[in-house]
């Protein structure tokens, strides 16, 4: 079946700039989470869904980073604002349930703030 | 606090030689879960094993064994015959209370044809 799906691939944005990016989790999963990986790094935890609530969204950095869920399936981070220190992939990833399931992971989004 | 720690930051090995790559872990929680996922040149993240706190014994897949010591909290990961195809970033990844993965900063493992 397919994995979990993340659009754009790639998406250059000046300073100060609005984005969306998506994430299009694996049929029937439940939980859905956001990551960030800078380079060199590890993902690290921005937020986690559980249906249509953000369950833990302890991971944000600051307000200007923003998702949601509406209908418990695809998801959108938003930044606003945007600051070269944003500049990083972002990782989607969904699972069954939270907690012990595996979290299958999408490609991800390279986002580059000029 | 939850922690994880792999020293290693790159390792290289020549074709079919075995190689660990290690991690530490740190957390309050009695219950907990530990990963390993390897992430190739596409950048994709792959799931390879998951453990839980309460099961010791050690697993083999294939190629693939890893070692989890609780009393030392490590949770080291070893390819047997490496094949050039593993090269990846490899990350160690501990699940805890919350209920998101916490990772280290990752293994590079280049394997030389």
């Known amino acids: 079946g397919a994995g979990v799906s993340q659009t754009p691939s790639n998406k250059v944005t000046e300073k100060g700039k609005y984005v969306e990016l998506r994430c299009d989790p694996i049929?029937?999963?439940?939980?859905l989470y956001w990551y960030r990986q800078s380079l060199g790094q590890g993902p690290e935890f921005l937020i986690y869904?559980?249906?249509?609530?953000?369950?833990?969204d302890s991971g944000l950095p600051n307000d200007r980073f923003f998702a949601v869920r509406p209908e418990g399936s695809v998801s959108t981070l938003k930044i606003q604002r945007t600051e070269r220190g944003d500049s990083a992939v972002y990782l989607c990833a969904s699972s069954l349930g939270a907690g012990l399931y595996e979290q299958y992971f999408g490609p991800g989004t390279r986002l580059t703030v000029t | 606090a939850q922690k994880v720690t792999q020293a290693q930051t790159e390792i290289s090995v020549v074709e079919k030689e075995d190689v660990t790559l290690d991690c530490v872990y740190e957390t309050r929680d009695t219950t907990y879960y530990l990963f390993w996922y390897k992430q190739p040149p596409s950048g994709e993240l792959v799931f390879l094993i998951r453990?839980?706190?309460?099961?010791?014994q050690n697993e083999i897949s294939g190629r693939y064994s890893w070692n989890f010591q609780k009393s030392t909290s490590s949770f080291n990961f070893t390819i047997t015959a490496s094949q050039v195809v593993d090269s990846a970033v490899y990350f160690c990844?501990?699940?805890?209370?919350?209920?998101?993965?916490?990772f280290g900063t990752g293994t590079r493992l280049t394997v030389i044809p």
């Open positions: 453990r839980n706190s309460f099961d010791e």
């Open positions: 049929s029937g999963h439940t939980a």
């Open positions: 869904f559980q249906g249509t609530g953000a369950a833990d």
């Open positions: 990844a501990l699940l805890g209370g919350a209920n998101n993965l916490f």
